[in-house]
């Protein structure tokens, strides 16, 4: 089946209106009926059920942000208690990482800090020294995203487009590396590193008219550029990548997607608002997925790019396993494409597009469900709402739902039948995987901007988020649950509710 949604570098980029993504999509839309998908087998980059650590921010090269058979279950999430806290002296969005039994987590101080899992007690801290103030929150920022931890090497980015390689043990600096010299060039993804290379993402600050966003590898023993590929050419502006990569080692391909143009610049455009395969190897193109469809006349400017980070992961469609990228768009669509050609498979319509997009957090997949966040706040005059929603990985049908009184713009983490959520809200969430039900909440006293690592028994977060908005509860802390912890939290109720949301 043609696609006209996807630019194969092998055939002529379909020439399509831009307005044919940007109105409202039936629920869902499906390519293939795929209604009666049974279980899906693992994906052969899937996390294995024993992990322990949470070394990147998706917690593995496929980016699925869950922690397989964990200790965490939906049997005892209820005696999550809070072990400890550390202030970071300022907000943090992204998710802590865990290596080691210490967990490595970046501030908008742009220091980063290793903290002992079982108690919080600080091993060490590495000051990076960025300060770049952002003109729309009017706030300093430092370390934005995850750090990645790789043998004896701590990796992470920070607010000047600067690498940096830290000792694990001591916070010793090995290297740093600034990976882009354009003005206002700065680190919103978090690194992920496979077989010696460290691969990133660049965006601006603030999405400055002129900057050309791009995806980097570097050697991760030296800090040398291996290659760099731009996401839009020298003419035009736009497509920072926010997100984090997703690495298919089968294909030897990197998948990302990219934010908007920052001026309506006439075609070719390149590929803002698109997911792009790369090749692991050169950077070179291999497929490329624009949403809105590329071909219009002027770059597409609208605020619906990807944040999202990619999930990777196995469906069976029409009979037969086909290996799949899912990643939620701002427009509120949640996109399934084939991992070899980029085609569409299918798309589910979340939640509306808005002033903090429709999904800007990060899915989690396993088994045959995705746990998606959304945000349903189309109106900026209007009440802001958040949703967590389970889809079908075969088909995107929305298999439940769950209603949040604050944005759900931060990455969602599956432990085992569970999924762990905490957001704008303050409320740190327990979802049962299968029905919705919510089974566990405690309020943690701040908004959470950032994600959810799960190591073994642990859930660690960070409750740190600045003032944006009227909504935020603003915090700088960085917190540990466990099982049966020593400060047991006081849920609302546990469990809460008597079924399946809807």
């Known amino acids: ?41 693992a994906s052969p980059n899937s996390a294995p059920t024993d992990l322990v650590d949470w070394p990147f921010y998706g917690a593995d090269l496929a980016g699925t942000r869950t922690a397989g058979e964990s200790a965490i279950s939906a049997d005892n999430v209820a005696t999550l208690g809070q072990a400890w806290s550390v202030d970071v002296g300022g907000a943090v969005s992204g998710t802590p ?32 020294g960025a300060a770049v103030r952002e003109p729309n929150l009017d706030v300093d920022l430092g370390i934005l995203g995850s750090a990645a931890v790789v043998d004896v090497t701590v990796f992470v980015g920070d607010a000047t487009a600067t690498v940096h390689a830290v000792d694990v043990a001591s916070g010793d600096l090995r290297w740093k590396t600034k990976i882009d010299d354009q003005a206002a060039a700065c680190i919103w993804s978090s690194p992920i590193v496979s077989s010696g290379v460290v691969y990133v993402g660049v965006a601006s600050v ?33 497509g920072g990548v926010f997100a984090v990569p997703a690495l298919d080692l089968d294909r030897g391909l990197l998948i990302v997607g990219t934010q908007n143009a920052y001026s309506p610049n006439p075609a070719p455009y390149g590929n803002p608002i698109s997911v792009l395969a790369l090749d692991l190897a050169t950077g070179r193109e291999h497929w490329v997925f624009n949403a809105p469809p590329g071909g219009g006349p002027t770059a597409p400017t609208e605020d619906v790019g990807f944040s999202a980070s990619p999930n990777l992961f196995t469906a069976r469609i029409f009979g037969q396993q086909r290996d799949l990228v899912g990643v939620g768009q701002k427009s509120g669509l949640f996109w399934a494409l084939d991992r070899d050609t980029g085609e569409f498979v299918w798309r589910t319509q979340v939640s509306p597009a808005g002033p903090l997009g429709g999904m800007e957090g990060t899915s989690a997949v396993t088994g045959t469900r995705i746990a998606v966040p959304a945000t349903n706040w189309s109106d900026p005059a209007g009440p802001a709402a958040g949703l967590v929603s389970a889809l079908d990985t075969g088909t995107g049908r929305i298999l439940w739902s769950a209603e949040q009184t604050a944005p759900a713009a931060s990455p969602i983490t599956i432990s085992d039948d569970v999924a762990l959520q905490a957001g704008i809200d303050g409320i740190f969430h327990a979802y049962a995987l299968q029905s919705g039900q919510e089974l566990w ?15 073994g028994g642990t859930a660690v977060l960070a409750a740190a988020t600045p003032p944006f908005a009227p909504f935020v509860r603003p915090g700088r802390s960085i917190l540990a649950f466990t099982l049966g912890g020593s400060s047991p939290a006081a849920p609302t109720a546990s469990p809460i509710g008597d079924g399946t949301n809807t």
Do not use: H
């Not at 006293?445 to 959810?452: C, N, P, Q, T």
């Open 206 to 238: 603030a999405k400055e008219t002129g900057f050309r966003g791009n995806v980097v590898a570097l050697d991760a023993a030296t800090g040398e550029q291996r290659w760099k590929t731009y996401c839009v050419p020298a003419e035009s502006d736009g």
């Open 441 to 455: 909440r405690t309020d943690l006293g701040a908004s959470v901007s950032g994600g959810i690592a799960v190591a």
């Open 97 to 128: 990482v865990v290596a080691g039994g210490i967990v490595y987590v970046g501030s908008y101080t742009g220091t980063l800090y290793a903290l002992d899992l079982a108690t919080g007690t600080t091993r060490w801290t590495y000051d990076t």
């Open 1 to 41: 089946m043609t696609n006209p949604y996807v630019s194969a570098r092998l055939s002529r980029r379909a020439l399509l209106t831009t307005a044919a993504l940007t109105t409202m999509l039936p629920a869902t839309t499906i390519a293939q009926d795929a209604s009666s998908a049974p279980p899906l087998s």
